[in-house]
């Protein structure tokens, strides 16, 4: 399966255990999202993907939009974490070390994401969602950076519109190897600007 085959939309749906109820459903929102975009965000629709009733997913959230932005924040906490963007060493080899492997182990974490951005186009009330989104990667970025001993906040963003860049080419024509080549040179970059402070 390569990381832009949508899972089966046939296969059953499963309860999900005592506590783990809510991080269930946000996934079930981000699946819904992904697949069958924002619009088609609705109780029902994340209840069936979750294997439980739209009372619960009201029940949890309360409207829409606390689905939508609980939603968003757990897809970008669990992108930072599994990308290795906020590098937890100093060496620049560590750094965004799972990128490739983030949009291939859980495409529809990415796609969700792009669809809120796009959305916000059409919607303004979800521009601060998308400030949010910008914002925390950003931040995450710059964070990555400064544990490798660069502190330059342009250089951060830059770096952090590469990755953007880099995520959204192999979610859309799914070209792992050339994601893997590119984070490769991103890194031969940032190691000369370590070695230049």
């Known amino acids: 399966m390569t990381s832009r085959e949508p899972a089966d939309a046939n296969a059953p749906r499963t309860r999900p255990g005592y506590g783990a109820g809510r991080e269930a459903l946000l996934n079930a929102a981000i699946h819904v999202v992904a697949n069958a975009g924002l619009r088609d965000l609705t109780y029902r ?13 009201a029940h949890h959230f309360g409207s829409r939009d606390a689905l939508l932005a ?11 974490e599994a990308s290795s963007l906020r590098a937890t060493t100093a060496r620049v080899e560590d750094f965004v070390d ?24 059409r919607r303004p009330e979800l521009v601060p969602l998308t400030r949010k ?12 950076l400064r544990n490798l001993g660069i502190d330059d906040e342009a250089l951060s963003h ?33 190691e000369a600007v370590k070695l230049s402070y």
């Open 45 to 57: 629709a994340v209840a069936k993907e979750a294997g439980v009733t739209h009372g619960l997913v």
């Open 70 to 80: 609980e939603a968003l924040a757990y897809a970008i906490d669990r992108s930072i």
């Open 98 to 121: 799972d990128l490739t492997e983030l949009v291939t182990s859980n495409p529809d974490m990415q796609a969700f994401q792009y669809e809120l951005l796009l959305e916000s186009r």
């Open 133 to 144: 989104l910008y914002e925390t990667y950003r931040a995450a970025s710059r964070e990555g």
């Open 158 to 190: 830059l770096v952090y519109a590469t990755l953007d860049g880099l995520v959204m080419q192999q979610l859309t024509v799914g070209d792992d190897e050339s994601t893997r080549r590119h984070v490769r040179k991103l890194r031969e970059v940032l």
